[in-house]
């Protein structure tokens, strides 16, 4: 019997995404490995679309701006004077404004004579994402990943080892410490 998509299996994809226009924006180099149910792992849509799909299954997924990213806001594109930005500004950075509420990430699309435009919108913002997709794996989620609200790995020692092992103890078929090697702050 095939592994189905289900809540709170643990789903492994290999995909790519590309834009409407069919730029590549994701080889998925790595794969995609998310806990399915309502985990906010991935687009609420795409996790719609990957319910009760089988191991094996390819499909293509369009998701509209408003169920990926969301819509461009003119709005959050802003003109400011050249001096209010350090020297070594250039096209292409981003750059973080303390806000009211929250801390604002901005990319710079442009700088022109003493003007720098920002934009504070995400750089897929207002586009359809096409994703290619081919359900590699599926299993029940562990009890741990149920509470942590995510795969074994994703914040953990990062081997993608399908055991579980305690801190500190290494493995020598995949290389990981025990202790955090992948890199994250969590």
């Known amino acids: 019997m095939t592994a189905e998509i289900v809540k709170n299996t643990v789903v492994t994809l290999k995909y790519t995404v590309?834009?409407?226009?069919?730029?590549?924006?994701?080889?998925?180099?790595?794969?995609?490995?998310?806990?399915?149910?309502?985990?906010?792992?991935?687009?609420?849509?795409?996790?719609?679309?990957?319910?009760?799909?089988?191991?094996?299954?390819?499909?293509?997924?369009?998701?509209?701006?408003?169920?990926?990213?969301?819509?461009?806001d003119e709005e959050l594109v802003l003109l400011e004077d050249i001096d209010q930005f350090p020297e070594d500004i250039e096209v292409g950075m981003s750059i973080e404004r303390i806000g009211d509420e929250e801390d604002e990430l901005f990319y710079i699309p442009d700088i022109a004579d003493d003007k720098v435009v920002i934009d504070g919108n995400h750089p897929l913002a207002g586009r359809m994402l096409v994703f290619e997709i081919t359900v590699d794996t599926v299993r029940p989620a562990t009890e741990a990943e149920l509470q942590a609200g995510e795969p074994r790995g994703a914040h953990g020692c990062g081997c993608g080892c399908e055991h579980e092992h305690e801190a500190g103890h290494a493995h020598a078929h995949c290389g990981c410490d025990g202790e955090g090697a992948c890199g994250c702050e969590h």
Not at 34 to 62: A, M, N, S
Request: net charge negative; hydrophobic share 25%.
């Open 18 to 72: 590309r834009d409407g226009g069919g730029e590549l924006i994701d080889d998925g180099s790595e794969p995609l490995v998310y806990l399915h149910g309502g985990y906010d792992g991935i687009f609420p849509k795409l996790e719609e679309t990957l319910h009760g799909r089988k191991q094996g299954e390819q499909l293509t997924v369009r998701l509209q701006p408003h169920e990926a990213i969301g819509d461009y």
